[in-house]
């Protein structure tokens, strides 16, 4: 079974600052992968995925990562934060074909100091 | 606004009740996806249903279960309750039947359980 693992639980950084969330996935011959956002008392919100092609996807909010095969990595960056981007933040993965649930890792908590 | 309602939006229990989450998926969606979120596994999936027919199963219950009526409306049953069926269920919707990449989610239902 395909698994993600986010690396911190929590990451404290100051606003206007750059911000790197790590997530890395198990090795798989078809890997989908996802960045969900939860803002506190709300659902889960689509940030961007990579499905195929450019390993550069650009998500909402100003939000971005980069699919790396050979470290098997989906790290998520935004270059500079803001206090409302304070958030749960979780990396997912589907098996191939679509089928079945997402599989997520246990989140991470972006922090933003003023 | 989504468009995935999910009722009630909190909902308080003694243990050894039978509750029912329900779920009102994106209008044109024919898919939906049930999710529980709590402190200690995280957000998991638990089953889907496309177009009133069981799809994929993960980590449900068996005290766990769930149904897609024709109105596509989907109600997922908890029994026998415990405290650590306390959390979070999330309800997510797509169009079709392998609709990962293509997900809803709804503002979930928090269940407490006493």
């Known amino acids: 079974a395909q698994s993600v693992t986010q690396l911190d639980s929590q990451v404290p950084v100051f606003e206007e600052a750059p911000v790197e969330l790590r997530c890395n996935y198990s090795?798989?011959?078809?890997?989908?992968l996802f960045w969900y956002v939860q803002y506190p008392n709300q659902g889960l919100q689509l940030l961007l995925k990579?499905?195929?092609?450019?390993?550069l996807v650009k998500g909402i909010n100003g939000f971005e990562a980069e699919f790396n095969k050979s470290q098997t990595s989906f790290h998520l960056r935004k270059p500079s934060v803001h206090i409302s981007d304070t958030a749960e933040y979780f990396c997912a993965t589907l098996s191939g074909g679509g089928a079945d649930g997402l599989t997520f890792g246990k989140g991470t908590h972006l922090i933003i100091q003023p | 606004d989504s468009g995935v309602t999910q009722t009630p939006k909190h909902l308080i229990t003694a243990t050894g009740q039978r509750v029912t989450l329900r779920c009102s998926p994106r209008?044109?969606?024919?898919?939906v996806y049930w999710y529980q979120q709590s402190l200690d596994q995280g957000l998991q999936f638990l089953i889907q249903?496309?177009?009133?027919?069981?799809?994929a199963k993960g980590n449900i219950l068996e005290r766990f279960s769930a149904q897609q009526f024709p109105d596509l409306h989907s109600e997922l049953n908890l029994s026998s309750l415990e405290l650590g069926d306390s959390a979070l269920y999330f309800c997510?919707?797509?169009?079709?039947?392998?609709?990962?990449?293509?997900?809803?989610f709804g503002s979930g239902t928090r269940l407490t359980v006493v």
């Open positions: 249903y496309y177009n009133g027919e069981e799809r």
């Open positions: 090795s798989s011959v078809s890997v989908y």
């Open positions: 990579y499905l195929s092609g450019s390993t």
């Open positions: 209008s044109g969606d024919l898919s």
């Open positions: 997510a919707s797509s169009v079709g039947d392998r609709g990962g990449w293509s997900y809803t």
